[in-house]
């Protein structure tokens, strides 16, 4: 499968945007999907996952309340749609897919087999 990522961009605190992340080769419903980012100096951190089959969401504490993962099965899509953005949510975004018979945690990056090309997330104070 190959993902694309797109919709960062430059955004004021307090402002919002969606990440989207499309799949092709495969579809999405043979994978689990996550969002991770990673920014200046820090390593690659989790942020949010979604189970493609059953809908079911996890969330980095960090993002809890302001970040919203979904999926849009015709477009074989999924969204991150960011609210309340603080400067500590500036990053590189990567969009990553595992194999859905993983059981377990899906926050781990170890887990994520593919990967989009991340977007930038730059969020001014």
């Known amino acids: 499968v190959q993902l694309q990522a797109s919709g960062g961009g430059l955004v004021q605190t307090g402002g919002s945007l969606r990440l989207s992340c499309a799949a092709s080769?495969?579809?999405?419903?043979?994978?689990?999907a996550g969002w991770f980012r990673q920014a200046p100096g820090k390593e690659r951190e989790f942020v949010a996952a979604?189970?493609?089959?059953?809908?079911?969401?996890l969330y980095a504490d960090s993002v809890k309340g302001r970040f919203t993962i979904s999926r849009d099965r015709a477009k074989n899509t999924v969204h991150l749609q960011m609210n309340s953005l603080k400067p500590d949510d500036m990053a590189v975004y990567y969009c990553?897919?595992?194999?859905?018979?993983?059981?377990?945690?899906?926050?781990?990056?170890?887990?994520?087999?593919?990967w989009g090309q991340g977007t930038l997330v730059t969020v001014s104070s």
């Open positions: 990553a897919a595992r194999p859905r018979w993983l059981v377990g945690g899906m926050n781990k990056a170890n887990d994520y087999e593919f």
């Open positions: 080769g495969d579809t999405f419903g043979n994978y689990g």
């Open positions: 979604i189970r493609w089959m059953t809908g079911s969401t």
